[in-house]
């Protein structure tokens, strides 16, 4: 594989043997989609954020947007094979565009230029995980209720793990329970972080909780499937990341109080909830990894835009060395990364999810460090602009600066690895 950094949108790759002819027309379709349409409308998408009523509710400009990629064909881009629930190749019946891990991610690295570009296309977390999750693992009637309405874009949903008063990072610690009772699940918690959960638009969680607290350490989790208007769901309150609330999209704080709901909304069944988590978390960390270095590249074309334009000391900032240095180190840091993410996506590809651990846990650690010291070298670069609200730079430095606790914090996935690298000097 052989990036070329620095062209707009993204870095090319030139390895057919890698891509189908398919994946490479994709490729080239979505950049120019984002170059003709997304970036555009950046400030429209503020503008309307700041005058909605809501602000939590979608925007008329990502709407017609949508619109747009869903008739272009543009649409469900992420889905890889293996989550098709049938053996049918057949393109109008299958849920995804039938792209690998590897495929995919250098798309996902165009869509990661702006925050909201991923939902354009419906290709937006958690939407992305939730459904991976449906398809993988929902029954028949699970997948036609919830699956079918979030492959329209008609609906929204939210994933709800993470609570306030544990460490959440070991998610055995979680407390939030999952009772039978009859023919209904209990549900009650108190979860936070649970990314869409104040969109008006947000219509299911995924719930995580126990239903055996006594039985082995793993097994002790399940998922369950929450209808948003059930009764005892209380939003207690949208919450902020360095300021900045995400709008549309949002990040909330939720209480479960003695939610009920049918015994037929349990994912796989009572103790399966790690099995679930582990399976769905691998694709979405290539995703997370994929939009960061998009995010990165970006910043790289606007550190060097500033620098050759902005005089200082009688000339450019472009002629500093301290600052040519940084941005180097900064294409360096970039292509680094995304080698090593388009790597572990072909590992996923290749030997499957749980072969790639050691690759995906790299990457989770690498990408989203990477994202924020590139980040900050432009906003230095930038001045006071650069943490300003009048630049995307504080908004995708906050963003960022939150994946490296999303799906795992650092610590996690270093011990992990060290764990992986101990075992096989064992071996050895």
Not at 26 to 45: C, I, S
Not at 67 to 89: V, Y
Request: net charge negative; hydrophobic share 40%; aromatic share 6%.
């Amino acid at each position: 594989m052989s990036p070329q950094p620095g062209h707009p949108g993204g870095a090319r790759v030139n390895a057919p043997s890698l891509f189908s002819r398919r994946s490479l027309e994709l490729q080239a379709r979505v950049r120019e989609f984002m170059e003709t349409h997304v970036h555009p409308n950046e400030e429209t998408f503020d503008r309307e954020i700041e005058a909605a009523e809501n602000r939590f509710s979608t925007p008329p400009i990502l709407e017609t947007l949508k619109g747009r990629a869903r008739d272009e064909g543009l649409w469900n881009l992420f889905l890889p094979p293996e989550a098709e629930p049938d053996d049918d190749a057949d393109p109008q019946t299958r849920y995804g565009a039938g792209l690998s891990n590897l495929e995919y991610a250098l798309i996902c690295e165009v869509m990661g230029r702006v925050e909201w570009a991923p939902e354009v296309f419906n290709c937006n977390a958690p939407d992305t995980g939730n459904m991976e999750t449906l398809a993988r693992y929902g029954t028949p009637a699970q997948r036609e209720e919830w699956l079918e309405p979030l492959l329209a874009g008609e609906i929204r949903s939210s994933f709800a793990m993470t609570e306030p008063d544990v460490a959440s990072s070991d998610a055995t610690n979680i407390r939030s329970s999952i009772v039978r009772e009859g023919d209904e699940w209990v549900i009650n918690g108190h979860k936070w972080w649970a990314t869409q959960a104040p969109r008006a638009e947000c219509r299911l969680f995924i719930f995580m909780g126990k239903t055996d607290p006594d039985a082995a350490r793993h097994r002790q989790q399940s998922m369950v499937l929450v209808p948003r208007d059930a009764a005892g769901i209380e939003v207690v309150r949208p919450l902020g990341v360095f300021g900045y609330d995400s709008a549309p999209v949002g990040h909330g704080e939720v209480r479960f109080t003695d939610v009920r709901v049918p015994a037929g909304n349990m994912l796989l069944g009572p103790g399966r909830g790690f099995e679930i988590a582990q399976g769905r978390l691998g694709p979405g960390r290539i995703h997370h990894c994929m939009r960061l270095i998009g995010v990165a590249e970006r910043a790289i074309e606007d550190m060097a835009e500033r620098a050759r334009t902005r005089v200082a000391f009688s000339g450019p900032l472009a002629e500093k060395g301290a600052l040519r240095h940084a941005l180097a180190e900064c294409r360096i840091a970039v292509d680094q990364a995304r080698l090593l993410t388009l790597h572990a996506a072909h590992m996923m590809d290749t030997v499957g999810n749980k072969a790639a651990r050691r690759e995906i846990a790299m990457i989770k650690v690498v990408a989203p460090r990477m994202a924020c010291r590139v980040l900050d070298q432009a906003i230095q670069v930038h001045g006071a602009l650069g943490v300003s609200p009048d630049t995307w730079l504080a908004a995708a430095y906050a963003h960022s600066r939150t994946l490296r606790l999303a799906d795992g914090p650092d610590e996690v996935h270093l011990e992990a690895l060290a764990k992986l690298e101990l075992r096989a000097s064992r071996e050895s």
